[in-house]
């Protein structure tokens, strides 16, 4: 059956988004907090100079020719104001550096500037800018980003995970539907074969043989010739039979598993030599008919196994209640074993195969010399599919 | 269409909040160092010291009286480095300090012409009932450890800012007088004034106001400040010049050599017995000529 694919699907459309998500999740609160604490800062900055400005213009007032000579004081005094730490440049009106000592800019520092003007009498006398160095804050705002890449994560993670895991726990149960249904079609098809075989080729077959015996009977034919007419007649019934029996055993439907099970080891082992001993729950749980189809098919299989390739001598089938709604098949033999130690041969693979579609498992032992051991667990209602 | 449209509005909105947080445009290269200020016809410009301010003007105002050229104007105060600042640029034609010059303002060819001797006191509100401190009271007062004079009446410690030369000469003359200056480091968070009329303003105001100040400018106020005796000596100009009043400094007067031709006229002046007598009469001793 091809694979339904819904996960590998469902993956390839829901990666970017959850990737995008979770970028979405670990930059957006970093990036706020930055440009908000950059503006706060950028305020801050504007405010300082302006209190610079303030004393700067007290002062430009005070000595108005001579003010960039009591720059001293007025560093000092900055100082004691609170303004001692803040990184400030002065330029005069004509563009010269006017010394403060203020706070140093680190080398290399990612300055953020706030700039007030100085105005006296209406006219520009000085500008004065703040600094400071945003690279604290670059630095906060990656420990937040790492903080929020490691929510992202978790988020992304999360999102991703649990509906593709849904998804794949569906498309699980989805696929052993299909199975089921296509056994049951099979296993439908299978009936009206051996119907037809039996209804049709089989009735013709059995009124050419009572037209035989009539012609013999009028000493129409030679002699001998109804002998041999009536030999391949009945062989040709015969190889109808056998492949209605093949297609749809007609046991299960006349006596049941349990009986049919034991009829066929009864018949089987009587005609192959083999000494099976059937031992069949009688409690068993209610089971689906593809269920009890499988079971006896592959006692079928492992009987015919042990005959043809284990040359067994003793067998014996069990068929138990397995927990709740399951049932545990168990058959062994005394024969050779398997060559080939997995148990690949096309038998046991069609056992699994069987066992496989119906959502239960197979465990097949052949320790050397000690014969193989099949056992199989299947569920009884196989359509009841939990997640 | 809708999805790209979507695309540039969050571009744009993103654009227009970066925009907003960058800050202003950083300050742009400052002009090279400043070309010497031609001097002024006609006018002495003098500026500086705090400290030498008043007797500058003192001295200005008598040389005016006398009739003498070029006309001197002593600008407001900028401190002994301003004034060395501005007359190694040319800005004025002589600084007054009242300290040393560092070796960066030596270096810029400044030559120093010492004027007068001053006397830095105690001062202190004019109520407080003491007439004296002695160095250890003085220790404890600025470190602290002391809120009171002897007295019992509460002290309250006034700064000049670091730079003023009385700090350096009081501490030379007290070794160990203490107080810190890093915000936080002193609970009682003290004030400081950035020049000597505002201390004397301060010290006027504040009862139990205690700082440093010049004997003459102390003296100016009258009764509101009084000058107090350090361990038993009194500041007078008497005691400057015997030599028992210990926190003293020099003022002096700073320029390029080529402006000290143009003020020799007004040199000269101070240095004659007339300005002599303008000095003593602020409370300082002129320096016996250059």
Request: proline share 7%; charged share 25%.
């Given at each position: 059956m091809t694979p339904l694919k819904l996960t590998s699907w469902l993956r390839s459309r829901l990666f970017p988004l959850v990737l995008s998500t979770a970028v979405v999740v670990a930059v957006s609160a970093p990036c706020a907090f930055y440009l908000r604490q950059r503006l706060d800062r950028v305020e801050a900055l504007r405010a300082d100079a302006s209190r610079v400005a303030d004393v700067l213009r007290a002062e430009i007032e005070a000595r108005p020719r001579l003010w960039r000579y009591g720059t001293g004081k007025l560093s000092e005094r900055l100082s004691e104001e609170g303004l001692g730490r803040v990184s400030v440049r002065v330029?005069?009106?004509?563009?010269?550096?006017?010394?403060?000592?203020?706070?140093?800019?680190?080398?290399?520092?990612?300055?953020?500037?706030?700039?007030?003007?100085?105005?006296?009498?209406?006219?520009?006398?000085?500008?004065?800018?703040?600094?400071?160095?945003?690279?604290?804050?670059?630095?906060?705002?990656?420990?937040?980003f790492l903080a929020f890449a490691l929510l992202?994560?978790?988020?992304?993670?999360?999102?991703?995970?649990?509906?593709?895991?849904?998804?794949?726990?569906?498309?699980?149960?989805?696929?052993?539907?299909?199975?089921?249904?296509?056994l049951a079609l099979q296993q439908e098809e299978r009936r009206r074969i051996a119907r037809e075989l039996h209804d049709g080729v089989g009735q013709a077959i059995t009124a050419a043989r009572l037209e035989l015996l009539a012609a013999s009977a009028r000493a129409a034919l030679p002699p001998g010739s109804a002998e041999t007419i009536g030999r391949r007649l009945d062989e040709a019934l015969d190889e109808v039979r056998r492949s209605t029996a093949m297609l749809a055993p007609p046991a299960l439907a006349e006596l049941g598993l349990a009986r049919a099970l034991e009829r066929h080891c009864t018949s089987f082992g009587g005609s192959a030599g083999l000494n099976v001993q059937c031992d069949v729950e009688a409690e068993l749980p209610m089971m689906d008919a593809d269920v009890e189809g499988a079971c006896y098919r592959i006692v079928q299989e492992a009987l015919s196994n042990a005959v043809r390739h284990g040359h067994a001598t003793c067998a014996s089938v069990s068929l138990k209640r397995a927990g709740t709604g399951a049932v545990a098949l168990d058959i062994s033999?005394?024969?050779?074993?398997?060559?080939?130690?997995?148990?690949?041969?096309?038998?046991?693979?069609?056992?699994?195969?069987?066992?496989?579609?119906?959502?239960?498992?197979?465990?097949?032992e052949?320790?050397?010399g000690a014969g193989v051991r099949v056992r199989v667990t299947l569920p009884a209602q196989p359509g009841e599919v939990r997640a | 269409v809708a999805g790209r449209l979507q695309l540039v509005w969050a571009v744009a909105a993103l654009a227009a909040l970066t925009a907003g947080c960058s800050g202003?445009?950083?300050?742009?290269?400052?002009?090279?160092?400043?070309?010497?200020?031609?001097?002024?016809?006609?006018?002495?410009?003098?500026?500086?010291?705090?400290?030498?301010?008043?007797?500058?003007?003192?001295?200005?105002?008598?040389?005016?009286?006398?009739?003498?050229?070029?006309?001197?104007?002593?600008?407001e105060s900028l401190g002994s480095g301003g004034g060395a600042s501005a007359a190694a640029e040319?800005?004025?034609?002589?600084?007054?300090?009242?300290?040393?010059?560092?070796?960066?303002?030596?270096?810029?060819?400044?030559?120093?012409?010492?004027?007068?001797?001053?006397?830095?006191?105690?001062?202190?509100?004019?109520?407080?009932?003491?007439?004296?401190?002695?160095?250890?009271?003085?220790?404890?007062?600025?470190?602290?450890?002391?809120?009171?004079?002897?007295?019992?009446?509460?002290?309250?410690?006034?700064?000049?800012?670091?730079?003023?030369?009385?700090?350096?000469?009081?501490?030379?003359?007290?070794?160990?007088?203490?107080?810190?200056?890093?915000?936080?480091?002193?609970?009682?968070?003290?004030?400081?004034?950035?020049?000597?009329?505002?201390?004397?303003?301060?010290l006027a105001s504040t009862p139990g106001g205690l700082g440093v100040s010049a004997l003459g400018l102390a003296r100016e106020m009258g009764p509101a400040v009084k000058v107090l005796d350090l361990d038993g000596v009194k500041p007078s100009l008497s005691?400057?010049?015997?030599?028992?009043?210990?926190?003293?400094?020099?003022?002096?007067?700073?320029?390029?050599?080529?402006?000290?031709?143009?003020?020799?006229?007004?040199?000269?002046?101070?240095?004659?017995?007339?300005?002599?007598?303008?000095?003593?009469?602020?409370?300082?001793?002129?320096?016996?000529?250059?």
């Open positions: 330029l005069d009106g004509d563009g010269f550096a006017v010394p403060l000592e203020a706070g140093p800019l680190p080398p290399n520092a990612w300055a953020l500037w706030g700039r007030a003007e100085v105005s006296t009498a209406g006219r520009p006398a000085a500008t004065v800018w703040a600094a400071a160095d945003q690279r604290p804050l670059l630095g906060t705002a990656f420990h937040l992202a994560a978790l988020l992304g993670t999360v999102l991703y995970v649990m509906p593709v895991r849904a998804m794949a726990g569906a498309e699980r149960r989805i696929e052993l539907l299909l199975s089921r249904l296509a033999d005394d024969g050779s074993g398997l060559k080939d130690p997995v148990g690949r041969g096309q038998g046991l693979e069609g056992i699994r195969e069987r066992a496989k579609l119906l959502g239960g498992e197979v465990l097949i052949s320790p050397p | 202003d445009p950083p300050p742009p290269d400052a002009m090279a160092a400043r070309a010497l200020v031609p001097a002024e016809p006609g006018v002495l410009r003098l500026a500086g010291s705090g400290a030498f301010t008043p007797l500058a003007r003192r001295l200005a105002e008598a040389y005016a009286q006398k009739g003498g050229e070029p006309r001197v104007v002593v600008e040319g800005a004025i034609d002589l600084g007054l300090v009242s300290r040393p010059l560092s070796a960066a303002e030596r270096a810029r060819g400044l030559v120093l012409t010492a004027v007068a001797v001053d006397a830095v006191v105690i001062a202190a509100h004019g109520s407080v009932s003491v007439d004296g401190v002695t160095s250890d009271e003085l220790r404890a007062l600025y470190a602290g450890k002391a809120r009171t004079f002897k007295s019992g009446a509460s002290a309250v410690v006034l700064l000049r800012d670091r730079g003023e030369s009385a700090n350096a000469v009081l501490a030379a003359a007290v070794p160990g007088l203490l107080v810190s200056r890093e915000p936080g480091g002193d609970e009682r968070q003290l004030r400081v004034l950035y020049h000597d009329a505002s201390m004397l303003e301060a005691s400057l010049q015997d030599g028992t009043w210990p926190v003293r400094r020099t003022l002096a007067v700073v320029a390029r050599p080529e402006r000290l031709e143009r003020a020799k006229v007004f040199l000269d002046f101070v240095f004659s017995d007339e300005g002599a007598g303008v000095i003593r009469a602020a409370y300082a001793l002129p320096v016996a000529g250059r």
